[in-house]
Every structure is written in structure tokens, then in C-alpha cells.
């Protein structure tokens, strides 16, 4: 029995959404935007590409007056790179300026605060065809297009998140493009790559303290909670391992400005160690983040693995745990249940979850995503009866007030999405939003924005302030 009232929600806490730049926007060729590596990715031919997306681009307006009408305090989204320099670097297209501006000032307008994403998976593909992150030149694009973005948005934005999920750009490059399946060893590219990023997010952060003493700025990895299989210390010993190369080499870098002794160790014996310049530490030790935003979806459950076990290396999904011979092997949770996508549904997980951070980093903590994908049905009269998501937001929340009752400093919560876009790998028809965009895979129909019924239920969250959590 508890013996006090729960800590509540901090008056000022960030109730947001989220959504990504080539997953809603659309317009993908329009207004001398360049190409970007998702662009030109290929797709499973049963499933959309992000040419049209949700058409934000066009619909913007209307959008935000429905993210308005939500009680929206936060929004969550990412600048496509290649809208502001068409080839990643050199000339600037004012008209991608003008975009965001006449974003950020219609979310000024209704009183959301824009927190911006600099860059959400999608690398200009001029950038790419010269490497990508392989080029130690991009950091300099990279912190080239950041200074762009304090000098341009600086005045009216005040959080900035450096790189969108850094870890399963590393950890899944395969399944998100970012490296050659056929390279020789993969995995020492991948950790090259890994490197020139760290090292550019700490120019970023360095450069918006310069630029913009007011601002914050953090990292948003994708972080959660590893579970052994078993208290065998074997086991034990395995979820440790995986959670260091899964979450805390990227937190430990951005925060402490160092690489992580186990990853070290793991990268030493795959030979994958990545060449670091003089210079490099020292600029990683110099940056330091102001709050660390973060996307939770789910927990990992992993074993030991023996050395001899050849793994077949398939990585699903972002949300699954993979196995490496030696070290550590993804088990599903019996005790879970999964979302029709089979991803791992688990509250609690994320207190667990806010709480290992939280001690490790001491710094303010901001859920950048979190969220339900689901095939949603629009029914007759407009209607998208979704309570299995409001399942999903009410038992999260309940456990970030419960982490905030812990002593954790919780400043926000942006569920991912805002609005219906278009997913990763799976399409359209995997939703999240809380506002339904009416087309399918390949019939665009007529794009029109339908609330659903955890548009009205979060609505009613934020305006109690998390203290009316109910589905009525
Ligand atoms: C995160 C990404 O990994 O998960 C988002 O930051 C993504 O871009 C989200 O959409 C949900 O994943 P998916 O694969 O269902 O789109």
C-alpha cells in the first residue's frame, strides 16, 4: 500500500507528438528538395514509398490546428536535411528555409513548443554516393547544416535533438541501408560510421552553446531495458553485454565523452575497432548535452550464446533483439504480450527503463517516442475506434508518473505519432497516429484527417495533466 499521493506531473511537463520529415512530409522533389537515402531505398513491393507520405508538406496548417485542438504543449518533428541543402552541402534552398519558418511559426502561434529533430534517417543522398558516414567529410556537412539551422530557427526554437536513433542506425544497418551487406566486415564500417557521428553530434553541441546560449540540446537514441533470460550468471552476464553495445555506448559518448569498456572489448574481438583521429576525444569530452531525449517501444530479453553457434545475423526489426556468437542471443518474453507487429508490449519496462538512465546520466529525460502500430479500421461515420492504443499510451503513462514518483526528472512525453505516416519499413498501413490519414498503400484517396478515438482520450490527458488517465 502506497502511504502518499503520487508525485504529479510537473506543470510545465512537455505532453507532445512526434513525427519524422520523410515520413510525413511528402513532397519529396518539390521546392529544390534533394534526394535522401530514403528516397531511393527500396521497398517490398506490397508496401508505399515516402513520395507522398501524409502530404504535412502541403496540409501543414490544417495539421497543426488539429495538433492545437489536441492541447498539443510539445511537437516533436525532424528537418530534412536535403530540403536545406539539396546536396547535403554547398548552396542552401531558401525555399526549404521558408518551410520551416512557416512551420515554426504556426506552431508559435497556437503556443506548441517545436522540438526539433536535425536529423531522422534519412542522409542526403548526394552525401551517401560519397560515402556517408564512412566520409569523414560528412561531420563537417553535418555541422555545416546544424549551424544553418541555430542561425536560421535559433530564435524561436529551443530544443534541439541532435540525431534520431543513432544506435539502430548502427545496430540494424542492414535493415535500414546504412551499410553494404557484401563489405568485407561490416561491422568495423558500421563502427567507422558510428564514430564520424559521435564525433559530429558533439561538434553540434558544442556549436549551439556557442550559437545559442538559451537552447538545449541532447541526443534521442532508441533505449531500453535488458532482461537475462534466466539469473543464470551466464545469462546475467549476456544481457549486460548487450545492453552496454545496445544503449550505453551511444549515452555513454554523448554524456561522458568516452566509448564504452565492454564495447571496446567486443569491437577489439571483431576487429572492428574505428579509426579515431587526434582531436576526436577531446571534442567528445568538450560536448556535453543539456537533457537526453529518447524512444521506448519496448524491453529486450537476451541469453548467453555459445561461441561456436553460427548466427545467421537476421535483424527483423528495430525492436527485436538479435544474437552474436559468444556473447548474447534475443529470447521473446513469456511474460509479454506483443502488438499484431510482434513487437514486445511493456510498460513497466519503461520505468525500468527511465530509472537506469536516469541514475547513470543525472540529466532531464524527455521520451521522444513511444507508441502502438496497428492496422486501424476507419469506420462508417468517420470513426477509428482504436482503445487497444489507448491501452497502450494509458499503462506508459502510468508508469512515467510512477518513474516521476521515483525521483526520476521526467520533462516530457511525445507518443509516437502525432499524426497517421508512413512507417519505417511496413507502410502505411502499420499506423500510429492519433489522427487518421485516409489512403491506403497505393490509393492516396483523398488524404483527409480523421481524429480517432485517442485523439479525444489524449486530449483529455493533457488537459488534466496526466491526472485523468481514463477510457470512457
Ligand atoms: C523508430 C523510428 O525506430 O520507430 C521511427 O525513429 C519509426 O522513424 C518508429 O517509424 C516505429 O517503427 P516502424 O518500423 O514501425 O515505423
Given at each position: 500500500m502506497r502511504n502518499h499521493p503520487l508525485k504529479p506531473f510537473p506543470?510545465?511537463?512537455?505532453w507532445g507528438a512526434s513525427t519524422s520529415a520523410y515520413q510525413v512530409e511528402?513532397?519529396?522533389?518539390?521546392?529544390?528538395k534533394g534526394p535522401s537515402v530514403m528516397d531511393v531505398a527500396k521497398h517490398p513491393k506490397e508496401v508505399t514509398d515516402f513520395?507522398?507520405?501524409?502530404?504535412h508538406y502541403h496540409r501543414y496548417k490544417e495539421d497543426i490546428a488539429l495538433f492545437a485542438e489536441l492541447g498539443l504543449k510539445a511537437y516533436r518533428f525532424s528537418i530534412s536535411w536535403s530540403r536545406i541543402f539539396p546536396e547535403g552541402t554547398?548552396?542552401?534552398n531558401q525555399k526549404g528555409i521558408d518551410f520551416y519558418n512557416n512551420l515554426i511559426n504556426e506552431l508559435k502561434k497556437h503556443h506548441i513548443e517545436p522540438v526539433v529533430?536535425?536529423?531522422?534517417?534519412?542522409?542526403?543522398y548526394a552525401l551517401q554516393k560519397k560515402g556517408?558516414?564512412?566520409?569523414?567529410e560528412t561531420i563537417e556537412a553535418y555541422e555545416n547544416y546544424a549551424k544553418t539551422l541555430f542561425e536560421n530557427f535559433g530564435d524561436r526554437v529551443k530544443y534541439w535533438l541532435t540525431i534520431n536513433e543513432q544506435n539502430v542506425m548502427i545496430l540494424f544497418g542492414e535493415l535500414l541501408g546504412t551499410?553494404?551487406?557484401?563489405?568485407?566486415?561490416p561491422k568495423k564500417e558500421l563502427y567507422q560510421q558510428n564514430h564520424h557521428m559521435f564525433v559530429a553530434q558533439a561538434k553540434a553541441m558544442i556549436l549551439c552553446h556557442r550559437m545559442l546560449p538559451d537552447a538545449k540540446i541532447g541526443p534521442a537514441p532508441n533505449i531500453s531495458a535488458v532482461y537475462p533470460i534466466s539469473p543464470q550468471p551466464e545469462d546475467v552476464l549476456a544481457a549486460h553485454t548487450f545492453s552496454s553495445l545496445r544503449n550505453w555506448l551511444y549515452l555513454d559518448a554523448a554524456v561522458f565523452g568516452r566509448y564504452n569498456s565492454t564495447v571496446w572489448s567486443y569491437l577489439e574481438k571483431k576487429q572492428a575497432i574505428p579509426e579515431i583521429q587526434d582531436g576526436d576525444m577531446a571534442i567528445l569530452k568538450e560536448a556535453k548535452p543539456d537533457f537526453i531525449a529518447f524512444n521506448y517501444y519496448s524491453t529486450m530479453t537476451v541469453g548467453a550464446n555459445l561461441p561456436q553457434k553460427v548466427s545467421n545475423?537476421?535483424?527483423?526489426?528495430?525492436?527485436m533483439a538479435f544474437e552474436e556468437p559468444g556473447f548474447f542471443k534475443g529470447h521473446p518474453n513469456p511474460n509479454l504480450p506483443k502488438t499484431e507487429y510482434g513487437w514486445e508490449i511493456d510498460p513497466v519496462g519503461l520505468r525500468t527503463t527511465l530509472r537506469e538512465i536516469y541514475e547513470r546520466y543525472h540529466l532531464p529525460l524527455l521520451i521522444t517516442e513511444n507508441g502502438l502500430g496497428a492496422q486501424d479500421r476507419l469506420e462508417?461515420?468517420?470513426?477509428?475506434?482504436?482503445d487497444y492504443r489507448i491501452d497502450y499510451l494509458q499503462k506508459h503513462i502510468e508508469q512515467c508518473r510512477l518513474a516521476l514518483d521515483d525521483g526520476v526528472e521526467l520533462i516530457g512525453y511525445c507518443p509516437w505519432s502525432a499524426i497517421d505516416l508512413v512507417s519505417t519499413?511496413?507502410?502505411?498501413?502499420k499506423r500510429y497516429g492519433f489522427i487518421y490519414v485516409n489512403r491506403d498503400e497505393f490509393d492516396l484517396k483523398d488524404l483527409r484527417r480523421i481524429p480517432k478515438k485517442s485523439f479525444y482520450w489524449y486530449k483529455k490527458v493533457i488537459a488534466s495533466n496526466g491526472e485523468d488517465l481514463t477510457n470512457e
Open positions: 506543470k510545465d511537463f512537455l511528402g513532397a519529396w522533389n518539390e521546392d529544390g513520395k507522398v507520405a501524409s502530404d554547398g548552396e542552401v529533430t536535425m536529423y531522422h534517417f534519412d542522409l542526403p556517408g558516414w564512412l566520409n569523414r551499410v553494404d551487406r557484401n563489405a568485407e566486415n545475423n537476421v535483424r527483423e526489426d528495430q525492436q462508417e461515420g468517420d470513426v477509428v475506434n482504436d519499413h511496413q507502410g502505411i498501413s
